[in-house]
C-alpha cells in the first residue's frame, strides 16, 4: 500500500494543491537528547510516569517500561528542589540498568530555582508561562495598566533569563506549555480566556528567548475542549508564520479522561491538526496507565501515513455477501501477523468489493466462493485455498516474499 508522504511545504505559499498527502508545516529542528522533534524527522511520540520523582527505582522500571513501547521522550514531573536533584540519579541508574532515555522535566509555581538545577540532568525542561512567575490576583481588580503589564513582563523575563541562558548553553530544549486553564491573569484581564490570550502568552515567553539568542523551542497550546484546543494551535501557527517564527508545536488535549470516549477525543484534536500539517510532537493525556497512551499515539500516526509502525489492516464492513465469519477471520488474520511491521493487508468478505477496495494493499484474503478464499499479492490473485487453510497460507505467501518475521 502506498505510504502517504510526509513532504515539507514552505510557509509562504499562498496555496496549496490539491493532494492525498500530508504537507507539513515548515519547522526548525529541535534536539531532545538523541531525539529531533521538527524539521524533516518524523512526528515524534511522548508519555509522561506517573510516579512520585522521589522513588527512584520506581520512576527509571516506568521510564523503561514506556521507552520500550515505543515512546520516544518521556516527562517526569519536578515540584521540589528535592525532587529535581532525584532526577540525576535517575538518569544514572536509567543509562546503568537500561540505556540513555529522553528526558522532559515538568516545572511549575515559581519554579525557577527547580529549573536552574533540573536543567543540569535532563534534555528538556517544560514551564508553564502562566505559573512560572507566580500572579497574586487581586479581587477588586477591574483591569491592568499598561506600566502593571509591562512591569509583570519585566520580572518574568528576570526570572526566565538564566533558565534560558543555561538551556543555550548546554544545547538543551524548552518547551513552552501553554494551558487554556492557567493562564495568567493579567492575559485573562487583557484577551480574556481565549486563544488569543494563549498565544499572546506564548509569544512573550519566546521573545524572551530570541533576544537571548536561544531557539531550542517547542511550544504548545493544550486545552481540555477540543474546539478550543484547535483555534489555539491553528493561531499560534498563523501567528508565527506572520513572525517569521518555525518553532515546532506539540500537540495534545489536557484531561482527556478515559476508556473509548478519552480516546476519541484526543484523536479528534490532534489528528484534525496533523492533518492540516501541524504538529512535530504529541502526548495522548489519558486517566489511565501512561502505559495505555502509546498505541494510541501510533495508531493516529498510523492512520494519517505519518509513520509505519504496525500491520495496516484493511477489512470491509461485512454485509450479506460476506461468505465466511468476517470478524473471526480477521482475529486469525491479525493474530498471525501483528507482530510485523510496514505491511498492509486486506481481509474482504466477497468479490464484489474486495480487490478493487484492497487494490493498495500488499496482501489480499478474499472470499470467492464458499468454502474457499482465494490470496493476492497486491492486485494479482496467487492462488484459490480452502477457508480452513487461508491463514497458513498467507503466512507462506509472505515468508515466500521475504517479508516475514518470527514473532518474539
Known amino acids: 500500500m502506498q505510504t502517504l508522504s510526509t513532504s515539507v511545504k514552505e510557509t509562504d505559499e499562498q496555496s496549496t494543491p490539491v493532494t492525498t498527502s500530508i504537507v507539513r508545516r515548515k519547522t526548525r529542528p529541535v534536539p531532545v537528547g538523541d531525539v529531533m522533534i521538527?524539521?524533516?524527522?518524523?512526528?515524534?511520540?511522548?508519555?509522561?510516569?506517573?510516579?512520585?520523582?522521589?522513588?527512584?527505582?520506581?520512576?527509571?522500571?516506568?521510564?523503561?517500561?514506556?521507552?520500550?513501547?515505543?515512546?520516544?521522550?518521556?516527562?517526569?514531573?519536578?515540584?521540589?528542589?528535592?525532587?529535581?536533584?532525584?532526577?540525576?540519579?535517575?538518569?544514572?541508574?536509567?543509562?546503568?540498568?537500561?540505556?540513555?532515555?529522553?528526558?522532559?522535566a515538568d516545572v511549575?509555581?515559581?519554579?525557577?530555582?527547580?529549573?536552574?538545577?533540573?536543567?543540569?540532568?535532563?534534555?528538556?525542561?517544560?514551564?508553564?508561562?502562566?505559573l512560572y512567575v507566580f500572579e497574586k490576583a487581586k479581587d477588586d481588580r477591574t483591569e491592568f495598566s499598561q506600566s502593571e503589564f509591562e512591569d509583570i513582563g519585566d520580572k518574568i523575563r528576570e526570572t526566565l533569563?538564566?533558565?534560558?541562558?543555561?538551556?543555550r548553553d548546554q544545547n538543551k530544549a524548552m518547551r513552552i506549555g501553554v494551558n487554556h486553564g492557567?493562564?495568567?491573569?493579567?492575559?485573562?484581564f487583557t484577551y480574556g480566556d481565549?486563544?488569543?490570550?494563549?498565544v499572546e502568552s506564548a509569544l512573550e515567553f519566546i521573545r524572551i528567548c530570541q533576544s537571548l539568542d536561544f531557539n531550542n523551542l517547542v511550544i504548545s497550546m493544550k486545552a481540555s475542549r477540543v474546539p478550543v484546543m484547535l483555534a489555539a494551535y491553528r493561531l499560534m501557527a498563523q501567528r508565527m508564520d506572520e513572525l517569521g517564527m518555525d518553532y515546532p508545536l506539540h500537540l495534545g488535549v489536557t484531561e482527556a479522561g478515559d476508556g473509548e470516549y478519552g480516546r476519541i477525543?484526543?484523536?479528534?484534536?490532534?489528528?484534525?491538526?496533523?492533518?492540516?500539517?501541524?504538529?512535530?510532537?504529541?502526548?495522548?493525556?489519558?486517566?489511565?496507565?501512561?502505559?495505555?497512551?502509546?498505541?494510541?499515539?501510533y495508531s493516529i500516526l498510523q492512520a494519517l501515513g505519518l509513520r509505519k509502525t504496525m500491520v495496516e489492516y484493511v477489512a470491509c464492513p461485512s454485509c450479506g455477501r460476506t461468505l465466511f465469519?468476517?470478524?473471526?477471520?480477521?482475529?486469525?488474520?491479525?493474530?498471525a501477523t501483528n507482530h510485523l511491521t510496514g505491511l498492509d493487508i486486506a481481509v474482504m468478505g466477497c468479490i464484489v468489493n474486495g480487490p478493487g477496495e484492497m487494490a493498495d494493499a500488499d496482501y489480499g484474503y478474499v472470499g470467492k466462493q464458499p468454502g474457499y478464499i482465494s490470496l493476492y499479492r497486491g492486485r494479482e490473485e496467487v492462488k484459490k485455498v480452502p477457508e480452513t487453510e487461508g491463514v497458513e497460507e498467507l503466512i507462506n505467501l509472505i515468508k515466500s516474499d521475504g517479508r516475514w518475521v518470527d514473532p518474539e
Not at 109 to 121: F, R, S
Not at 123 to 130: A, C, F, L, M
Not at 182 to 188: G, I, N, Q, V
Not at 194 to 198: D, I, N
Open 108 to 130: 511549575h509555581h515559581n519554579g525557577m530555582k527547580i529549573a536552574l538545577e533540573v536543567a543540569k540532568h535532563v534534555d528538556k525542561v517544560r514551564i508553564n508561562p502562566g
Open 194 to 198: 481565549t486563544p488569543e490570550g494563549m
Open 325 to 335: 465469519n468476517l470478524e473471526d477471520v480477521l482475529h486469525q488474520v491479525r493474530s
Open 265 to 297: 477525543k484526543s484523536t479528534a484534536g490532534i489528528a484534525t491538526l496533523l492533518a492540516d500539517g501541524i504538529g512535530d510532537t504529541l502526548r495522548v493525556s489519558l486517566t489511565e496507565s501512561p502505559e495505555k497512551e502509546i498505541p494510541v499515539c
Open 182 to 188: 492557567s493562564l495568567a491573569e493579567r492575559m485573562l
Open 38 to 104: 521538527g524539521g524533516n524527522h518524523p512526528v515524534v511520540v511522548q508519555s509522561m510516569i506517573n510516579e512520585d520523582t522521589l522513588d527512584i527505582d520506581g520512576s527509571v522500571a516506568a521510564i523503561r517500561r514506556l521507552h520500550e513501547l515505543g515512546c520516544e521522550i518521556v516527562r517526569v514531573t519536578v515540584p521540589s528542589m528535592a525532587h529535581a536533584k532525584a532526577l540525576a540519579t535517575i538518569r544514572e541508574k536509567l543509562t546503568a540498568t537500561y540505556q540513555t532515555v529522553p528526558l522532559v
Open 161 to 167: 533569563e538564566p533558565l534560558v541562558i543555561s538551556l
